[in-house]
């Protein structure tokens, strides 16, 4: 099992850009979560989704998407990228509320 | 005001020198404390949940306990791959999908 994968791994983006992060994960996890994590500010959740076509905001969503279309893939969309968007996302699954399973993350830098 | 505070922020050891890392929380009605170890770069890696007052777990050269109000993360004779930094979260009635995060502990063992 490959767990759970994002891509890209890396990305610079221009003020006003958009792009879309990927993750998908083959446990058969029926939750998925997006964290953003900034230089000495921990985690901090920015979407979840429960299942198949419910999805809830976390503690910090302005300025992002989501969308969950099937069990496997978790987008997070940035529509207008903004230099405050510059940090470190990772994505992450879980069966239920039990532990929660990362990807390797998505470094973003937005100038 | 933060629901999850980690002590120290930063901690360094010399090799085979035991020590403690600790994660104080002050949400209601906790539903399950989290322990993670994050190395450079990466995404974190589960290591421990904990639920209930008393409850210890162990695994390898680490130990977590948990009292009512704090976790902790004990590390005994430590070896240099141990550095990373340890990050404690908590789940509670009030929001029992989420996880909210501590900044975490960065822990660097000497040889």
């Known amino acids: 099992n490959a767990g759970v994968t994002q891509t890209p791994k890396f990305r610079i983006l221009k003020i006003g850009q958009s792009m879309t992060l990927q993750c998908a994960q083959d446990m058969n996890h029926n939750y998925m979560y997006w964290y953003r994590q900034d230089p000495g500010m921990g985690l901090k959740l920015i979407y979840y989704s429960v299942g198949a076509g419910i999805t809830d905001k976390g503690e910090v969503p302005n300025g992002y998407n989501v969308s969950r279309s099937t069990t496997e893939d978790f987008p997070l969309r940035l529509e207008l990228a903004a230099p405050s968007q510059t940090s470190v996302y990772f994505c992450?699954?879980?069966w239920g509320l039990g532990e929660q399973f990362f990807g390797p993350g998505t470094r973003l830098t937005v100038l | 005001e933060d629901q999850v505070t980690q002590s120290p922020e930063a901690l360094r050891l010399q090799e085979g020198e035991s020590s403690s890392l600790n994660c104080s929380y002050t949400v209601s009605g906790l539903r399950g404390l989290f322990w993670y170890r994050q190395d450079p770069g990466k995404g974190p890696e589960f290591l421990f949940t904990l639920y209930s007052a008393g409850e210890e777990k162990e695994k390898e050269r680490l130990k977590a306990t948990l009292t009512k109000k704090e976790s902790f993360l004990h590390i005994t004779a430590p070896k240099p791959e141990d550095s990373a930094t340890y990050l404690c979260a908590v789940r509670h009635q009030g929001g029992s999908e989420k996880l909210v995060f501590g900044k975490g502990t960065k822990l660097t063992v000497n040889p």
């Open positions: 992450a699954s879980s």
